[in-house]
């Protein structure tokens, strides 16, 4: 199980606590996130459900690559970090 | 007559109430966020308030008759399908995803919870249950010109005006920034471009006449003749007679034929207010005199009111929705850039500084 954790500036929006996720990909952590949290889920992903333009996401300490799909994989012992891009301002 | 106004700035929604020594600010929800538009449903007395959470995306909130804030479904595009490709004016994907909402709209009269929401990046939406759910208008997202939609007052094109008759509510229009005026008969489902007769300085010679090339700054119908509707267009300010098949064009408006909102009167349709700006180039008030113009007469004359409004060093500008008129066609109120709030109670005629230390104002509407 991943370990994800959320910036904290998502939290007086939507509570979004550090969770463990199973998953071999961004997409699937997420997604498992979001069933149990789904007001989060349009907090990061847009209407397509890829990443939202100023949200940055790192595994391991490096940042995605797939801000689409989000096929990026993540291990058992991963550490998620969901951040604000600084691109937002 | 409205005695409580709803302003959305950028750092939060005001609610300024009319006590015995005036207009004042009497309530603040969203303290600190940007809150682009509001929305008071006079069928039930609910409020609705959309936010842009910038990282985190737009979102809508509502409050029943009474009660707090609590947030609904946003409007959201479908799935775009696989491989479909759509550039936007730079080349790149055009993302289908809310961007902004530009438009808040309660439905008919015989339509109560509906609720019809304009967006960037050009999609239509309505609600039959409060904002619960969304559905979005597809014969106008997937009418072939739609594509033909242009950035105008953002880098995407948008949906900032939305006119429902109230004699029969499937009559919807909407303006375009940029891409003219458009109207569906029956109820939303399909549509037709409109707008013949108005005329764009900005496009080469041969578009200048093209009804999707038209870039309507704000769209307002008359609501006892909601065959007259009123365009502030980015070069002018035309006239309808015949629910926005053909305009004609008002010419030689002083101190200008520039600017953003218009309102009409509830019930005559040839009494119509502006806020001109110097267009393009500046985009300030003219002299820096704030000032409000009035018809009467459907564009043959026009009134320059400036009573109670700053005269001088005035650089406020009044966006397109930030002027709002009362139901009741009396009161007023506009919010500028600068922070700004003015009311009048006689029509335009004087008009007293609530405050001019708001956040920028982005949305004025009567409660």
Redesign the interface.
């Known amino acids: 199980m991943a370990k994800v954790v959320f910036t904290a ?2 939290q007086r ?1 939507v509570p979004c606590p550090a969770v463990e996720a199973a998953g071999a990909t961004v997409r699937d952590v997420l997604e498992n996130v979001f069933a149990e949290n789904p ?1 989060a889920r ?3 992903l ?5 990443l ?1 333009k ?2 940055a996401v790192f595994v391991d300490g490096a940042m995605i690559r797939d801000r689409v799909r989000l096929s990026d994989p993540v291990g058992a012992a991963s550490a998620v970090y969901v951040f ?2 600084l691109s ?2 | 007559m409205s005695d409580t106004l709803l302003i959305s700035t950028r750092k939060g929604l005001f609610t300024v109430a009319r006590r015995s020594g005036g207009w004042a600010i009497a309530g603040l929800d969203f303290l600190g966020d940007n809150v682009t538009l509001a929305l008071a449903d006079a069928r039930d007395g609910n409020r609705y308030a959309a936010l842009d959470h910038g990282h985190f995306g737009v979102k809508l909130y509502r409050a029943e008759k009474g009660g707090g804030w609590e947030e609904i479904a946003a409007p959201a595009y479908p799935p775009k399908p696989e491989g479909y490709e759509e550039k936007d004016l730079w080349g790149r994907p055009l993302n289908w995803s809310t961007a902004r909402i530009w438009s808040l709209e309660a439905g008919g009269p015989d339509e109560a919870g509906t609720i019809w929401c304009g967006t960037l990046p050009g999609g239509l939406f309505r609600s039959k249950d409060r904002g619960a759910s969304w559905e979005m208008m597809r014969g106008l997202w997937d009418h072939p010109k739609r594509k033909q939609w242009m950035p105008g007052g953002a880098d995407l094109p948008g949906i900032h005006s939305i006119c429902i008759d109230p004699r029969d509510s499937r009559r919807v229009t909407v303006g375009v920034s940029t891409g003219g005026v458009w109207a569906s008969e029956d109820g939303g489902a399909t549509w037709t471009l409109r707008g013949e007769g108005m005329r764009a300085e900005y496009v080469a010679p041969e578009l200048a006449h093209d009804p999707i090339a038209q870039d309507v700054h704000r769209l307002a119908q008359c609501a006892g003749d909601p065959r007259r509707m009123w365009v502030q267009h980015h070069n002018g300010i035309f006239v309808s007679s015949d629910a926005g098949r053909t305009f004609t064009e008002i010419k030689d408006v002083e101190p200008s034929v520039f600017g953003f909102p218009v309102v009409v009167h509830p019930r005559e349709p040839d009494t119509a207010w502006f806020v001109p700006e110097i267009k393009d180039e500046k985009r300030i008030p003219r002299g820096g005199k704030l000032v409000v113009t009035r018809t009467r007469d459907a564009g043959k004359s026009f009134d320059v009111l400036t009573g109670g409004l700053p005269q001088s060093h005035a650089y406020d500008i009044v966006y397109r929705h930030a002027l709002a008129l009362d139901a009741a066609g009396e009161r007023l109120a506009l919010g500028s850039t600068t922070g700004g709030l003015w009311v009048s109670e006689n029509q335009g005629d004087g008009w007293a500084c609530v405050t001019h230390t708001l956040p920028p104002v982005y949305a004025v509407a009567f409660a």
Do not use: C, M
């Not at chain 1, 847009?46 to 890829?50: E, H, K, L």
């Open positions: 500036n998502i929006l007001r349009g907090y990061v847009d209407d397509q459900s890829a939202r100023h949200i604000q891009a937002g301002g």
